[in-house]
């Protein structure tokens, strides 16, 4: 993400988001009430509604709305704001949805009232990692490979391949090769040279394939990782996070951050040690000085006692994370309501 101007004395920052992620940091930045500005097409309102009728023409104009919804279905690439027209050359109280998408041309201007301090994290967090590497994966068994990509949102799925292979007296008919070539056309074309590409699954086909891999195109698989796992598929991936094998080449990745605080968080919660969870019991615990670090999910920071909630832990220093619904992970912990806590010491 890029930052173009900010002006918190008026509640005004304009940026241009370049990637998916920015799209999915925008979501969770982005709330109800606030302005938008930005360029989008409305039908024109010089037209007559004999020509209106026959054809509809849309207009490049720069509107300024303010939001009433925001949308972000997981993995898009494009992010919906509705809300009502404040400013523009027509149309003024009429609705109208912004569609933001991740081209390096769409600047957007976001106008709060009040910026939260989380908020202007999450730029500072999307600015910084904007030239990270996107990691790759490759989890894959004798039956079947999934190919899917770390992003700061969660883990994308790209596709699944199957092998072919119909089980043990028909192995003849299974070739490798073939298989191999499957895998390795989708490695190429969602993998540049530079990103980190992590092969994990049980047995040795991880091996085969990063033999054939090399062989192929060396330059594609030189920052590689090679690691076993208990499951092949997105189950493999999961694991690998939540294992810490790949933490040394994706150390600022917010999906394994995240993972690796909830996993402590869980152990704690189950030898009932320095955790809590619920919005009453951490809402004391952060009260009383106890709390150091809140968890908490990126829905429930929408709401009122969110913001409270993180208002308190910015007065009695406490650190905070704010979680994503989107990876496993994060959907485990907001299963249990979303909202949580690691102790300084017990109360």
Not at 168 to 175: D, H, I, L, Q
Not at 222 to 246: D, F, L, M, P
Request: with cysteine; proline share 1%.
């Amino acid at each position: 993400m890029k930052v173009i101007f900010k002006d918190l004395k008026h509640g005004e920052i304009k940026l241009i988001p370049e990637n998916l992620d920015d799209i999915w940091y925008l979501y969770n930045i982005i709330s109800e009430g606030d302005l938008i500005r930005a360029v989008s097409y409305r039908t024109d309102d010089g037209k007559d509604d004999k020509i209106r009728s026959k054809k509809t023409e849309k207009k490049r104009m720069k509107l300024g709305i303010r939001v009433v919804e925001v949308k972000f279905h997981e993995f898009s690439d494009r992010l919906r704001i509705h809300g009502i027209i404040e400013e523009g050359p027509q149309d003024l109280g009429s609705f109208h949805t912004l569609n933001i998408t991740s081209d390096k041309t769409h600047k957007i201007s976001i106008i709060k009232k009040e910026w939260k301090y989380h908020q202007l994290n999450r730029i500072d967090e999307a600015v910084k990692l904007s030239n990270q590497s996107i990691l790759t994966f490759v989890s894959l068994d004798e039956d079947k490979a999934t190919i899917a990509i770390l992003r700061q949102s969660g883990v994308q799925w790209i596709a699944d391949i199957d092998s072919k292979r119909s089980g043990k007296m028909y192995e003849s008919k299974y070739n490798e090769k073939d298989y191999f070539g499957e895998i390795f056309s989708l490695v190429r074309l969602n993998k540049d040279e530079e990103s980190p590409l992590v092969i994990i699954g049980p047995g040795f086909v991880k091996e085969h394939f990063l033999k054939y891999g090399k062989d192929k195109k060396s330059s594609l698989f030189n920052k590689c990782i090679v690691r076993g796992t208990g499951y092949a598929g997105i189950n493999g991936v999961n694991e690998a996070i939540k294992s810490g094998i790949i933490e040394k080449i994706t150390k600022e990745n917010r999906v394994v951050f995240e993972t690796q605080l909830i996993e402590k968080f869980f152990e704690e919660i189950k030898k009932s040690g320095l955790a809590t969870y619920g919005e009453k019991e951490v809402d004391m615990a952060l009260k009383k000085g106890a709390v150091e670090r809140l968890l908490i999910t990126d829905l429930i920071v929408r709401t009122q006692k969110g913001e409270e909630l993180l208002e308190i832990a910015k007065r009695n220093n406490s650190m905070f994370t704010i979680i994503n619904t989107m990876h496993e992970t994060g959907k485990k912990f907001g299963g249990m309501g979303g909202v949580g806590a690691l102790l300084r010491f017990k109360i």
